[in-house]
């Protein structure tokens, strides 16, 4: 398999580790894409998904909000993850189809990596997923309003000890709950080598 496009771990440990590939994190919670058990017998190669899909859920007016994962989602549309160009988004009320449609409506120049305008009158929930995994908890807009989003990247990675893995009809989403070492940023087509153990401590090179 072709590392250009992929993360490269490779544990030298001597022991069962779990990586996690952060992807989000906030003063309680420390969200990651994946959470990986790399071999330690061969590199363990992640590849890097090169657009991410943003898919919105919504309720059609006179239907109660049960949730992110709830009533009806609309197309997909995507973000390039390697140009990384600020992207603008907009969610309409279709009154024909009654349906809520997203479109990309171009650049945007706020400065955040996409940004969201809810025109449908109710609340949507927007859900960025990176290959098969959500990326980040979904996004919730009111009515009316606009959301500007800025991905964290480069993507960290640490040695973590523990995780709550939910299964949302998007995709897996993890939420670490301890890092065992510090945070390294990690690009694709970048290898990581992990050292040290449980009892003294985990250092991870990038290179």
Same mark, same amino acid.
């Given at each position: 398999?072709?590392?250009?496009?992929?993360?490269?771990?490779?544990?030298?440990?001597?022991?069962?580790?779990?990586?996690?590939?952060?992807?989000?994190? =906030?003063?309680?919670?420390?969200?990651?894409?994946?959470?990986?058990?790399? #071999?330690?017998?061969?590199?363990?190669?992640?590849?890097?998904?090169?657009?991410?899909?943003?898919?919105?859920?919504?309720?059609?007016?006179?239907? $109660?909000?049960?949730?992110?994962?709830?009533?009806?989602?609309?197309?997909?549309?995507?973000?390039?993850?390697?140009?990384?160009?600020?992207?603008?988004?907009?969610?309409?009320?279709?009154?024909?189809?009654?349906?809520?449609?997203?479109?990309?409506?171009?650049? /945007?120049?706020?400065?955040?990596?996409? %940004?969201?305008? /809810?025109? %449908? *009158? #109710?609340?949507?929930?927007?859900?960025?997923?990176?290959?098969?995994?959500?990326?980040?908890?979904?996004? =919730?807009?009111?009515?009316?309003?606009?959301?500007?989003?800025?991905?964290?990247?480069?993507?960290?990675?640490?040695?973590?000890? *523990?995780?709550?893995?939910?299964?949302?009809?998007?995709?897996?989403?993890?939420?670490?709950?301890?890092?065992? %070492?510090?945070? $390294?940023?990690?690009?694709?087509?970048? =290898?990581?080598?992990? =050292?040290?153990?449980? #009892?003294?401590?985990?250092?991870?090179?990038?290179?």
């Amino acid at each position: 398999m072709s590392t250009e496009n992929a993360f490269t771990i490779i544990n030298q440990t001597g022991e069962n580790i779990l990586v996690a590939f952060i992807s989000r994190m =906030t003063q309680l919670e420390t969200y990651a894409w994946k959470v990986v058990g790399p #071999s330690q017998d061969h590199p363990h190669i992640e590849p890097f998904p090169k657009q991410m899909e943003l898919v919105t859920n919504y309720y059609p007016e006179g239907v $109660s909000s049960e949730g992110p994962y709830g009533g009806k989602q609309t197309d997909s549309v995507w973000w390039d993850t390697i140009k990384k160009t600020p992207t603008a988004y907009k969610a309409d009320w279709n009154e024909a189809a009654n349906k809520v449609d997203v479109k990309l409506e171009g650049e /945007n120049h706020n400065g955040a990596d996409i %940004s969201i305008e /809810n025109n %449908s *009158g #109710s609340m949507i929930y927007v859900h960025p997923k990176f290959g098969s995994n959500e990326y980040i908890p979904p996004i =919730t807009l009111i009515a009316f309003s606009t959301a500007n989003y800025q991905f964290e990247w480069p993507m960290s990675v640490a040695v973590v000890d *523990g995780y709550s893995q939910y299964c949302p009809p998007n995709g897996e989403l993890y939420e670490v709950k301890n890092k065992l %070492s510090d945070l $390294s940023e990690m690009l694709p087509g970048q =290898t990581v080598v992990i =050292t040290g153990n449980l #009892s003294e401590g985990y250092q991870l090179e990038v290179s």
